[in-house]
């Protein structure tokens, strides 16, 4: 909730820092494709827990991806987490955007 907060207060310009440092930061987000006419774009970002004696548990990673989506003037903020319960060759951050892109049909399907 706290990611999509902040992205949604990025896209509407209500972050508490200047305009020039809220643009800067969108236009370095990546474009993720097109999907249905909608256009995403977001970052991805990937993680492992700590285990008890502290280090990571690396067949347990976390991936997210999040972001905005535009189409026809309308905007979607999105958060897409990915929590493994093995090791993958690909991050889970990419996996987490590969997801949301291939299931953002269904995810829009009432919004059309």
């Given at each position: 909730m706290e990611q999509a907060g902040f992205v949604a207060a990025l896209v509407e310009g209500k972050l508490p820092v200047s305009q020039a440092a809220?643009?800067?930061?969108m236009?370095?987000?990546?474009?993720?494709?097109?999907?249905?006419?909608?256009?995403?774009?977001?970052?991805t970002g990937s993680a492992y827990p700590r285990q008890t004696d502290g280090n990571f548990d690396r067949a347990r990673g976390w991936g997210w991806y999040v972001g905005w989506a535009e189409k026809d003037?309308?905007?979607?903020?999105?958060?897409?987490?990915?929590?493994?319960?093995?090791?993958?060759?690909?991050?889970?951050?990419?996996r987490a955007r590969d997801a949301l892109i291939e299931d953002w049909a269904g995810l829009v399907a009432g919004l059309q």
């Open positions: 809220m643009s800067g930061a236009s370095i987000v990546q474009q993720g494709g097109e999907s249905d006419g909608w256009v995403p774009r977001g970052k003037g309308r905007r979607l903020v999105f958060v897409r987490l990915a929590q493994d319960e093995q090791r993958h060759e690909v991050s889970g951050g990419l």
